[in-house]
């Protein structure tokens, strides 16, 4: 669609999630260049996750919930920096989300 920016991948990552939350990371150093993602795809592989991205971390029964197969986009410098998810309260297992950071 006209207008719209394109968008380059510039970073990836594999984050375990499991019973404490964690955030994903925002910005990738090439050599002496540190740039920070202006845009993340984020996608569900194993066990169902809670999440949250307005600077409050998740707790297993409270936050937005993600399921295996699901692709999340998180959109701009501070919702990326506040992004946490934690594993739901009924998971036996840790799960895994693939993280890619991009920017134009």
């Not at 934690?86 to 036996?92: G, M, N, Q």
């Amino acid at each position: 669609m006209a207008g719209e920016p394109e968008y380059t991948a510039i970073g990836y990552e594999s984050v375990v999630v499991s019973t404490t939350a964690i955030g994903i990371a925002s910005t990738v150093v090439n050599g002496s260049v540190t740039r920070r993602g202006q845009r993340a795809l984020v996608t569900v592989e194993t066990a169902t996750i809670r999440f949250r991205y307005d600077g409050t971390d998740p707790t297993s029964t409270e936050g937005h919930v993600a399921d295996p197969g699901d692709a999340l986009e998180i959109v701009g410098f501070d919702n990326i920096d506040r992004f946490s998810a934690i594993r739901i309260s009924t998971a036996t297992a840790d799960a895994i989300i693939k993280v890619s950071l991009e920017n134009y």
